[in-house]
């Protein structure tokens, strides 16, 4: 154990037998650096961090002995070792190196990567050790233990860091038991990454290739899956604004439930989700008054309303039908005043990989138009993806060599996540009458939701049924900004603005260059 006080550490308690295996590091804040703050860090080292995850996948850590408010993960490393054959030939592992460092030398300025011959063997090293992704391949020996006896094999380590806000996206999987999850997800990172970084026609790749044909076949099954589940989410089903909160009622319960425990049941071929909860647990979920009489009979209206659903069709073909009921099974009963809630879900409708990942601030809102565009922003997801290189930096999205964010699902579910929690913040102003280049031949009437702290603003088209749609989203520049404000929530882009002799609220349509729309 370790105390750190102005960036030097004391040992509280060590003993030499205990050396290297787990450290518990308390830090004090220095308000003359102002680099240290007051924490508590646990660093597990190699084989002892594989022990203490093996306790995690036995669900012997219970993490309510965390704060996880303010809990994150540091790191986690990703190993693959692959052994060597008889058919390898050592020239080709420099070969190998040397091409996957001229690869990615090639394509980023930002990511490095170099090898080199140690009297360990070869290693190759890309990025920074401080960067998100650190990756670096390396000969090693390791000890294989077949029962009675152990066998030293020669072969390549693959070992993927993970850090920083990187490794806090996956992180909440992990905090609330959900393993399958977490560790799919991060192996599907970990092939993709290394796909990314290593060139492939070499056979010390080969692990790679097998790899990344799972996945994609993978991902094929679940979108043919998940497609049978997503035409609930068809906008002709969200006509009514009632129909629209009960919608809204549905995902947050989703998100609820997927941070409990449960167990799996089959009728046939089918699975089920056995889930069990509070009533009370689920409406201070979605940020509700669990004292409140009339919050405790909407959510038990809801929550009895849910076998009303109607069935999901999973097969329809000449030789068998069948549809499957999203919850099977619901039973409330009532103990000591607390109503608890038995529901039995669907497999697929409970695993459905999108769109019930949200951020805590989705799932509450202030008033109809944060409702209808918290909605829109799930039914207009490839419009927010389309709008991710070019205006993700605005939301602090990392960038490319070009200034640009890199178009993956990642990066746009975190666009997207940055406008779902702008109409949130404190300052935010609501232009519910506002305009996006009104006046040309393009303009629109808009909802726009404007964050003069950080100067970026969401446009949302309103729509024939009431319903608006979203945009686009931009950092306003001054000149903007003036005309915004002093329009009263109309946002024409600098390039049309330029082209006015004055700024006006009047502005003609004198080009034929989609008038700035980006």
């Not at 008889?86 to 980023?108: P, R, Y």
């Not at 999108?354 to 207009?380: A, C, R, T, V």
């Amino acid at each position: 154990m370790k105390e750190t006080f102005q960036g030097k550490s004391e040992d509280l308690v060590f003993k030499i037998t205990n050396g290297y295996k787990v450290s518990f590091i308390k830090s004090t804040y220095n308000p003359e650096s102002n680099s240290y703050w007051t924490r508590l860090i646990v660093r597990f080292s190699g084989e002892n961090g594989e022990y203490f995850y093996s306790l995690v996948q036995k669900k012997l850590i219970d993490w309510r002995i965390f704060d996880l408010s303010c809990t994150n993960l540091g790191r986690f490393d990703l190993y693959y070792f692959r052994k060597f054959k008889s058919t390898d030939q050592d020239d080709l592992l420099e070969l190998f190196m040397k091409n996957s460092c001229e690869k990615i030398n090639a394509k980023s300025k930002r990511k490095k990567a170099s090898w080199k011959r140690t009297s360990r063997g070869l290693i190759l090293r890309i990025g920074n050790r401080s960067d998100s992704n650190y990756y670096h391949v390396y000969q090693k020996t390791k000890k294989i233990t077949h029962g009675v006896y152990d066998e030293m094999n020669c072969g390549l380590g693959f070992e993927l860091e993970l850090k920083n806000q990187l490794i806090k996206s996956f992180q909440k999987f992990l905090f609330k038991n959900h393993l399958e999850e977490f560790e799919g997800r991060l192996v599907e990172h970990f092939y993709k990454y290394s796909k990314e970084s290593f060139v492939l026609d070499t056979c010390y790749t080969d692990w790679l290739q097998i790899g990344l044909r799972k996945i994609v076949s993978k991902q094929k099954s679940e979108i043919n899956s998940n497609s049978l589940v997503s035409s609930y989410l068809r906008k002709n089903s969200l006509d009514y604004f009632v129909q629209k909160k009960q919608f809204f009622k549905l995902i947050q319960l989703l998100s609820f439930i997927r941070t409990l425990e449960y167990s799996k049941q089959f009728i046939n071929d089918q699975a089920y989700c056995v889930i069990e909860f509070s009533v009370m647990d689920f409406i201070s979920f979605t940020g509700g008054n669990t004292k409140s009489t009339y919050q405790r009979t909407k959510a038990l209206e809801f929550l009895t309303s849910l076998q009303d659903l109607k069935p999901l069709i999973q097969k329809f073909s000449d030789n068998e039908f069948r549809r499957s009921v999203m919850f099977l099974y619901l039973k409330l009963t009532k103990q000591n005043r607390r109503w608890t809630i038995t529901i039995t879900i669907g497999k697929e409708f409970y695993f459905y990989h999108y769109p019930f990942f949200f951020p805590d601030s989705f799932l509450i809102y202030k008033n109809k138009y944060g409702l209808e565009i918290k909605l829109q922003l799930i039914e207009s997801f490839s419009q927010v993806e389309l709008k991710t290189p070019k205006h993700g930096p605005d939301h602090g999205l990392p960038v490319d060599s070009k200034g640009k964010t890199p178009k993956t699902e990642a990066n746009a579910l975190a666009l997207r996540d940055s406008l779902i929690n702008m109409p949130n913040k404190p300052n935010v102003i609501w232009y519910k009458n506002g305009g996006y280049q009104r006046g040309t031949s393009r303009g629109y009437d808009t909802i726009n939701v404007f964050d003069p702290d950080t100067n970026l603003i969401a446009v949302y088209q309103k729509q024939p049924d009431e319903s608006n749609l979203f945009l686009t989203t931009s950092e306003l520049t001054a000149i903007e900004r003036y005309h915004l404000i002093a329009t009263d929530g109309d946002f024409v882009t600098e390039k049309i603005l330029n082209k006015q002799k004055t700024i006006s609220t009047n502005i003609q349509d004198n080009t034929n260059n989609n008038n700035g729309l980006q």
